[in-house]
């Protein structure tokens, strides 16, 4: 086994709660709307079934990649994950950018983006393949192929694995965005890898709508999702609604009921 350096995070990685039914996501809504006193958005995005990544961008460069850890430190990942192609070295400049004195770069000189390190399902069926003609233990789901693969002690090795990365949190010092989704659209004109499956809704009703087109839907995927997550896309509602010791108030999981099969008993 590798040993990793470890690293503090500036801001805890914490997890999201879950729902498993509509009335429970309305109750999450309820407590959101109590605690803001005013209209809000809600942002509905999949929920990728991987492992949590936090990438650390310095001057439009990135500088380091902590593994989720106890969520207050993590494992410097970092050379590993500069062998994930869809994850740039360094940021492009959005087309139609003019500098100038006060704004010398479209990027905040530092942040923080969050996300998920995913193994394609492809990608998870010729590894296994490639560990039973090797006498290697398969990998029981994407998932545990993820994090293994992130953990590679060769970090070229990580090259062959097929990995993908969606961000889906950008984190900062006075980020000068209002939303959600704006900060999110800013990452993708920097060539940041975010989900073009995003959706802005006003009523719990379009939530749900989005949420039962994804349970069929995400069959057709080619990657694990294993819910959606709703978040409050305005920034400043967020950060009104804060956190438990363990959970965002601002967001919630929504969990799809795993798949079942039936068996014959002999
Ligand atoms: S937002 C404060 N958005 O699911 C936490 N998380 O079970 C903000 N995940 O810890 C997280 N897809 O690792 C967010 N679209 C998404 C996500 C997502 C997958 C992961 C994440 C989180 C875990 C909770």
Redesign the pocket.
């Known amino acids: 086994r590798r040993e990793f350096a470890q690293y503090p995070h500036k801001y805890p990685?914490?997890?999201?709660g879950?729902t498993y039914d509509m009335s429970e996501l309305e109750a999450f809504a309820d407590r959101a709307g109590k605690g803001i006193g005013n209209s809000f958005t809600f942002s509905c995005?999949?929920?990728?079934?991987g492992t949590?990544i936090c990438l650390t961008y310095r001057n439009g460069r990135l500088h380091r990649a902590l593994t989720?850890g106890d969520g207050t430190v993590g494992d410097d990942v970092t050379e590993n994950v500069r062998n994930i192609s869809n994850i740039p070295q360094s940021l492009k400049v959005p087309a139609g950018f003019v500098p100038a004195p006060a704004i010398p770069s479209p990027w905040p000189e530092e942040f923080e983006i969050?996300g998920?390190i995913y193994m394609p399902w492809a990608a998870f069926e010729r590894l296994n393949i490639e560990r039973e003609r090797d006498e290697e233990q398969p990998f029981a789901n994407p998932r545990n192929a993820a994090s293994g693969s992130l953990k590679l002690i060769d970090s070229r090795m990580v090259a062959n694995r097929g990995l993908e990365c969606t961000l889906?949190?950008m984190l900062g010092e006075d980020l000068p965005y209002e939303t959600h989704a704006q900060a999110l659209d800013a990452a993708a004109s920097w060539g940041l890898p975010v989900?073009e499956h995003r959706r802005i809704f006003n009523t719990t009703e379009e939530v749900e709508e989005y949420i039962n087109y994804w349970d069929t839907e995400r069959k057709n995927l080619p990657f694990a999702t294993d819910g959606i997550?709703v978040?409050v896309n305005e920034l400043p509602y967020q950060e009104e609604l804060g956190y438990t010791a363990k959970?965002?108030r601002w967001?919630v999981?929504y969990k799809f009921k795993a798949e079942q099969a039936l068996t014959k008993l002999l």
């Not at 995005?45 to 079934?49: A, G, P, R, S």
């Open positions: 990685m914490l997890s999201l879950n995005e999949l929920k990728f079934d949590a989720r969050r998920e889906y949190h989900s997550v978040k959970f965002p967001a999981a």
